[in-house]
Each structure stands twice: as C-alpha cells, then as structure tokens.
C-alpha cells in the first residue's frame, strides 16, 4: 500500500525558505518517478516539480524555476523540495506523488507565506 508522508510546512514571511519533506513507504522509492503538486486556496492542482528515477532527472514550473529545487534521498525512501525566496503566490497545500500525475498522493501539508 502507497503511503506517503509530507512534512516542513509552516507559515514563513516572503523571501523566507522552507524544506518540505515526504517519507514514502510501500513501494520501490528508488525506482519510482517522484512529484510535487499544490493547491492554492479556491483553485485547482497544479503541478511544481518532478525528479526522475535512475538520472534523477528535475523539472520545474516557470513560476518557481531557480527558487526551488526538488531531491531525494533513495537511502531513506525521502522525497524533498527546498523552497527558496518564497512569495505569497506560493501559498498553497503542497503534496507529494507518487508518480507523474496526481495521485496517489499524501496528506498534504500548508505552506503560508504571509508578512
């Protein structure tokens, strides 16, 4: 069975960063193509990065490219997404797939970035 874990959300002033991190279980981590999505209050999932198994491959939104990076640690079975110089516009439930769609996925966690 998926299950995955997110975590590192917080409220955090803009230009603030933030870690997010997910602990996956019940599946070959290391072998499977990772994502993170969020959704911003009142709108629809939108897709923020994705890594690649094996080439650990990165892909990005326009919106966040050069702020945040995604990694994972396949010793741990940990997914990451390091967000720098944050803006209000990324304010949103961050979750983390499994995959390159959007699900399955975790619980979520909030991010606010608010002054």
């Known amino acids: 069975q998926v299950q995955l874990v997110e975590s590192g959300g917080d409220l955090v002033q803009p230009g603030g960063s933030l870690r997010l991190s997910c602990a996956a279980s019940g599946f070959s981590f290391s072998f499977s193509h990772m994502s993170w999505v969020r959704q911003a209050p009142g709108k629809g999932l939108e897709w923020v990065s994705r890594i690649t198994a094996g080439d650990v491959t990165t892909f990005y939104v326009d919106s966040v490219k050069g702020r945040f990076t995604i990694f994972r640690d396949n010793a741990k079975n940990t997914l990451y997404l390091q967000m720098n110089s944050l803006k209000p516009e990324d304010t949103a439930v961050y979750y983390c797939?499994?995959?390159?769609?959007?699900?399955?996925r975790g619980q979520g966690t909030q991010v606010t970035v608010s002054s």
């Open positions: 797939v499994k995959g390159f769609g959007t699900s399955p």
